[in-house]
């Protein structure tokens, strides 16, 4: 059973500080990641994706892959109230894989205090 | 922006009836997805849906789950039989043209099974 796992949270942060977001995946072939944020009783909204090991950056949000730790994260920079959220990590496992579905973590429950 | 439209946003029904949910994906995707997730839980994967087939299924997409794509635009999901534990947001998405990118999801649909 391929897994993707969070710390459900929920992660408390003063506003302007940096939330990071944590994320563990089972299957080694994965190939992309993603994160969506999901606000309550919405749909998931993506905000990043990472396909290469590293660091990827678009404004104040940072995906990073570290592929032989099968670990994925992601770093809120200036975090605003705003950013109050749950937090899903997403894997598209290559193994077996023809139809290019995701597995989603529980979702890290994200709360930025004014 | 281009959107995945999903219809209606709530759909009540009583136990034993069908119920049709309705997508219409982005223009130029290829690939289709429903999703589901039942209040407080994470999101799962249902059924991928490429080249007018199933691609993957997951196993809760049992007998009672149909898709379609009836007239090239919208993508449907029929549960013949309603159960009290089909109550959940279902989320149609869609990816493309090429597979393993980034999915972008709908709104929802409110399913309450009475």
């Keep these: 059973q391929k897994e993707v796992e969070q710390n459900s949270g929920p992660l408390s942060v003063p506003e302007g500080a940096i ?5 563990t995946y089972s299957d080694r072939g994965s190939q992309s990641f993603f994160w969506y944020r999901q606000y309550s009783g919405k749909s998931p909204e993506l905000i990043m994706f990472i ?3 590293g660091d990827k950056e678009d404004g104040r949000f940072t995906a990073q892959l570290n592929k032989a730790s099968q670990y994925v994260s992601l770093l809120i920079r200036d975090s605003q109230p705003s950013d109050s959220a749950t937090y899903l990590c997403a894997v598209n496992p290559w193994s077996g894989n023809q139809g290019g579905k995701l597995i989603f973590g ?3 429950e994200l709360s930025v205090k004014p | 922006e281009p959107e995945v439209t999903q219809t209606p946003s709530h759909q009540v029904t009583q136990m034993g009836q069908e119920v ?6 982005i223009s130029n995707h290829l690939y289709f997805y429903w999703y589901r997730q039942i209040l407080g839980q994470k999101v799962e994967f249902l059924v991928s849906f490429y ?3 199933i691609s993957e299924k997951s196993e809760i997409f049992d007998d009672q789950f149909s898709v379609e794509r009836p007239d090239g635009s919208n993508f449907t999901l029929k549960i013949r039989s ?3 534990e089909d109550s959940a947001m279902y989320f149609c998405a869609s990816m493309g043209p090429k597979r393993n990118t980034e999915a972008f999801f709908g709104q929802g649909t409110r399913l309450t099974v009475v």
């Design chain 2, 20 to 25: 049709i949910l309705r997508c219409v994906p």
């Design chain 1, 19 to 23: 939330a990071s977001l944590n994320c």
């Design chain 2, 82 to 84: 309603t159960k009290l």
């Design chain 1, 51 to 53: 396909y290469s090991n």
């Design chain 1, 106 to 108: 529980q979702g890290t």
């Design chain 2, 51 to 53: 080249n007018n087939e």
